[in-house]
């Protein structure tokens, strides 16, 4: 028979998955607690873990008194005898954990055999204790999709990398335009992005500024003609978008391709996505992630903004509690805003854990990518 893998639910289940996953573990029990069955932990676990392993049992856990530990660890390991087991001892309270191995020792004494494994996500290590303790690599198994279940999400947007990929290459150099110049730009991005969403509202491809766009403008304008995504001649404070998509772009979706090509390349399909819409699979509380990419098991979640943000604190806070519900304690925010923001907010954004690219920011994105794919 296979070893059977013996976990806790936590509401940190990636140090679950992820050595079960490395392991390839077939036989897996997930005991669980009326706290984390309350908060759906294991049946999350149990979901991300059915694509790989063969047999995942969810098992009620006792844990309200030190009686009902014991007693409830004597009835699991009863139900071992014989077998070899491999202890997780990552999750639950250190009462658990000391009543559950003080059990599974007695199968030792038997025909059967322990071993005790805990995960250091922090050092990226499977610390084995056995006859012969040691230590192991913690290997780059996550997906993007296994993060997303494993904290009870799912998705609900296509995420498929071909079709984005071909529409962000069609326009990439105004992409990068607009980007790897923002500090330039300024408040010209917030008139943009005003006569864009006009379109969606009336329906008119044509709009006007409020001023004759002259200057850096004008060349992005210019830039955006020869591309194909607006009609415009100089010295006309109006112009064409070529489509309602192209207007959605020039509001604000730019931004979220100049990060997709930035990740393009650096990041395996299946590691990032754009446009992420997710899903609280127990409550149906929805989020729109703007981009978010998986590498060594941790995650980066970014929010990007256009326009002139008069209260970006606001917005920090919500993609700090995003990078917490959605991403876990290993996860970093990245706040991506083609304007500048006052220092208050940057402040905040440091409280948070958020990492701010800010107007001339933004041409440190990909090195910052490069950097936190490397650590």
């Known amino acids: 028979m296979p070893e059977l893998h013996l976990c806790i639910a936590t ?15 077939q036989e897996i029990g997930i005991l669980e607690t009326p706290d984390m069955a309350a908060q759906h932990s294991g049946t999350n676990l149990k979901t991300a873990l059915a694509p790989y392993a063969a047999n995942v049992q969810r ?9 009902r530990i014991k007693d409830s660890a004597l009835a699991v390991v009863n139900a071992l005898d014989g077998r ?45 204790q056995d006859d012969t303790p040691h230590q192991e690599a913690m290997q780059d198994v996550m997906t993007l999709n296994d993060l997303l279940l494993v904290r009870g999400y799912r998705s609900t947007s296509d995420t498929r990398h071909a079709a984005a990929q071909q529409q962000a290459a069609s326009r990439a150099k105004v992409t990068r335009e607009m980007g790897d110049n923002a500090a330039a730009y300024g408040r010209f991005f917030s008139a ?3 006569i864009a969403n006009r379109v969606g509202n009336s329906g008119n491809l044509r709009q006007t500024f409020d001023f004759t766009p002259g200057g850096q403008p004008a060349k992005l304008l210019d830039l955006a003609s020869l591309n194909g995504l607006v009609e415009w001649s100089r010295g006309d404070p109006s112009i064409a978008f070529a489509s309602p998509d192209a207007a959605s772009y020039f509001a604000g979706e730019w931004a979220e391709e100049y990060v997709f ?8 399909p299946g590691q990032f996505a754009i446009n992420a819409k997710v899903v609280q699979t127990h ?29 970006a ?14 991403g ?48």
């Open 313 to 326: 604190q606001d917005s920090i806070y919500k993609l700090g509690q995003v990078v917490r519900q959605v």
């Open 283 to 311: 409550t149906s509380t929805a989020n729109e992630i703007d981009a978010i990419a998986v590498h060594k098991n941790r995650a980066l979640i970014v929010e990007c903004k256009t326009s002139r943000q008069t209260k």
């Open 192 to 194: 943009l992005a005003t």
């Open 84 to 128: 070899d087991v491999v202890f997780h001892i990552t999750g639950g309270t250190k009462l658990m954990v000391l009543a559950i191995h003080e059990q599974l020792k007695l199968l030792e004494s038997g025909t059967g055999s322990l071993r005790v494994l805990y995960a250091d996500t922090q050092h990226q290590m499977l610390n084995w």
């Open 11 to 25: 509401g940190q289940n990636a140090a679950n998955l992820i050595p079960l996953k490395q392991l390839k573990a």
């Open 328 to 375: 876990g304690l290993m996860a970093t925010g990245m706040y991506l805003s083609a304007q500048d923001i006052g220092d208050a907010d940057r402040q905040r954004a440091k409280e948070y854990g958020v990492e701010v690219f800010a107007g001339e920011d933004l041409r440190r994105v990909s090195q910052f990518l490069r950097d936190w794919k490397g650590s």
């Open 261 to 268: 090509l930035k990740m393009t390349g650096l990041f395996a």
């Open 59 to 67: 098992i009620d856990f006792d844990d309200s008194n030190p009686q």
